[in-house]
C-alpha cells in the first residue's frame, strides 16, 4: 500500500520569509498532486505533477518532484498571510488509488 | 456554476438512522469518487465509479453503498449509522479514470449523535 509522508505537520511562517514543504512516498508513483484546503473549506488543486524532475510554479508557491528519491518539494517564497491553510500533497499508486498525506496545517504571522 | 456540488452540505442525524448524501458533476467527467476526512482531516478512499461502473471499493462498512445512477451522478446511502461515521464527505470527479487531476466538492459535515 502506497503511504504519504508529509512534514512538517504544522507550520508557522513569519510574513516575508521562505518554506518548504516536504511529501515523501513510500512506493513507485509517477503523479503527485499538491491540495489546499481553508477551514472549512473544500479542496483546491493546486499542482499535477507527473514526471521526474517536473517543477511547476504559481504566484508564491512552486511544486517538484523527484520520483527516484520519492520526494516531492512545496516551496514558498516571501510568505503572506493569504497563504494559511492546510496542504494536502497525494500521490497515485498503479491501481490509480490517490493516498494523500496527513495535511501540513500553515499559519502566516506578520 | 458550481462545477461539483454535493447536498445537503451539513447533515445531523441519531445513531441507527439511515442517511443519504448526493453528488452532482456538471464538468462531463467520467470518474466520480468518494472521500471520508476524519476529525485529524486525514483524507480515505471509499469508493469510485467510472462511466457508472464500481472500480474502487476501499475497505468500507457495508452500511455504505454508492450509487450511481448515471455519470453526472454519484450518491452515497449510509445505513445504521453509528458514531464513527461522523466526519466530512467530499465527492469528487476527475475527466477519466488514472492521471488525471481530481475536483472535490464542497464536502457535508456529517453528525451522528
Known amino acids: 500500500e502506497l503511504k504519504v509522508e508529509q512534514n512538517p505537520l504544522f507550520l508557522s511562517m513569519q510574513e516575508g520569509k521562505n518554506y518548504t514543504i516536504y511529501c515523501n512516498y513510500s512506493?513507485?508513483?509517477?503523479?503527485l498532486y499538491w491540495y489546499r484546503q481553508d477551514p472549512g473549506k473544500s479542496l483546491e488543486s493546486l499542482f499535477v505533477?507527473?514526471?521526474?524532475?517536473a517543477v511547476k510554479q504559481e504566484g508564491r508557491l512552486m511544486a517538484s518532484l523527484d520520483t527516484k528519491a520519492r520526494l516531492s518539494t512545496l516551496h514558498i517564497t516571501a510568505a503572506v498571510h493569504d497563504l494559511s491553510a492546510t496542504y494536502f500533497c497525494?500521490?497515485?499508486?498503479?491501481?490509480?488509488?490517490?493516498?494523500f498525506g496527513a495535511g501540513t496545517t500553515v499559519t502566516v504571522r506578520a | 456554476d458550481t462545477a461539483v456540488s454535493q447536498t445537503p452540505k451539513y447533515l445531523v442525524t441519531q445513531m441507527g438512522n439511515d442517511k443519504s448524501i448526493k453528488c452532482e458533476q456538471n464538468?462531463?467527467?467520467?470518474?466520480m469518487y468518494w472521500y471520508k476526512q476524519d476529525s485529524k482531516k486525514f483524507l480515505k478512499i471509499m469508493f469510485s465509479y467510472n462511466n457508472k461502473e464500481l472500480i474502487i471499493n476501499e475497505t468500507v462498512p457495508n452500511r455504505f453503498s454508492p450509487k450511481s445512477p448515471d455519470k453526472a451522478h454519484l450518491n452515497l446511502h449510509i445505513n445504521s449509522l453509528e458514531l464513527g461515521d461522523s466526519a466530512v464527505y467530499f465527492c469528487a470527479s476527475s475527466q477519466d479514470w488514472g492521471y488525471y487531476e481530481q475536483y472535490f466538492g464542497p464536502g457535508t459535515r456529517l453528525t451522528v449523535t
Open positions: 505533477l507527473l514526471s521526474n524532475g
Open positions: 497525494a500521490a497515485g499508486s498503479n491501481d490509480y488509488k490517490l493516498s
Open positions: 512506493t513507485t508513483s509517477d503523479r
Open positions: 464538468l462531463g467527467h467520467d470518474t
